[in-house]
């Protein structure tokens, strides 16, 4: 019976079958490798861009997603650990960071302040500073010969779209850089009515 099974044509036929299953696991390989890279380099490409499109989305895979929030984003992963958010439920996270800088000067006319300084009267006066995306409210007081600023009111608002959409990439013809014919390409624009805003996006890859 042994000897049956290491007959040449046995021996040729068990090495037939292990080439098929060589080569399928070989292949299947081939293929997540092929894919690994396609990701990872559009991750980096995405991460290249962040400071002239403000915008970037990456692909993580698990254990990615474990070592972002573990060495860049202690402060999210503190907020998902008070919160009970296992890292294994999330399938997307969303950052974005606005900054607003306004150096417009702006003047109030407190003389009615500085009578009543004059005259020993209490005094308050509401004071307002406001812009578009900023209004600052409080009250300029004079009480029993202290002069104070309070401000009990602060109120910021900015509207932000996300538009994705492709257009050409551009290339050389003859030295003259051009759109024409060029490859297509995803990108992004981002609108804010006030200041400037980052997006960041976080998909967790599902292999």
């Given at each position: 019976?042994i000897?049956?099974?290491?007959?040449?044509e046995n021996?040729?036929i068990?090495?037939?079958?292990?080439?098929?299953?060589?080569?399928?696991?070989?292949y299947?390989?081939?293929q997540?490798?092929k894919k690994?890279?396609i990701?990872?380099?559009?991750n980096?490409?995405?991460?290249r861009?962040?400071?002239?499109l403000?915008?970037?989305?990456?692909s993580?895979?698990?254990?990615?997603?474990q070592?972002?929030l573990?060495?860049?984003?202690?402060?999210?992963?503190?907020f998902?650990?008070?919160?009970?958010?296992?890292?294994?439920?999330?399938?997307?996270?969303?950052?974005?960071k606005?900054e607003?800088?306004?150096?417009e000067?702006?003047?109030?006319?407190?003389?009615?302040?500085?009578?009543?300084?004059?005259?020993?009267?209490?005094?308050?006066?509401?004071?307002?500073?406001?812009?578009?995306?900023?209004?600052?409210?409080g009250w300029?007081?004079?009480?029993n010969?202290?002069?104070?600023?309070?401000?009990d009111?602060?109120?910021?608002?900015?509207?932000?779209?996300?538009?994705?959409?492709?257009?050409?990439?551009?290339?050389?013809?003859?030295?003259?850089k051009?759109?024409?014919?060029?490859k297509?390409?995803?990108?992004?624009?981002?609108?804010?009515?006030?200041?400037?805003?980052?997006?960041?996006?976080?998909?967790?890859?599902?292999?």
């Open positions: 019976m000897l049956n099974l290491l007959k040449i021996l040729k068990y090495a037939i079958i292990s080439a098929v299953v060589f080569g399928i696991w070989f299947k390989d081939y997540y490798q690994e890279n990701r990872q380099t559009k980096i490409s995405q991460i861009m962040m400071d002239s403000k915008y970037a989305s990456q993580y895979t698990k254990k990615e997603l070592e972002y573990e060495y860049s984003r202690k402060d999210l992963k503190k998902l650990e008070d919160n009970k958010i296992r890292t294994n439920r999330i399938e997307k996270i969303i950052t974005q606005l607003y800088l306004d150096k000067t702006r003047r109030t006319d407190l003389s009615p302040i500085l009578k009543a300084i004059k005259e020993n009267k209490n005094i308050s006066i509401p004071v307002k500073d406001s812009t578009k995306c900023l209004v600052v409210e300029v007081k004079f009480e010969d202290s002069l104070k600023l309070e401000l009111s602060r109120k910021f608002k900015n509207k932000s779209d996300v538009v994705s959409y492709w257009e050409r990439k551009k290339w050389k013809f003859l030295g003259i051009t759109r024409l014919f060029g297509k390409q995803a990108t992004v624009i981002i609108r804010d009515e006030c200041g400037k805003s980052e997006t960041f996006i976080i998909q967790k890859n599902k292999k």
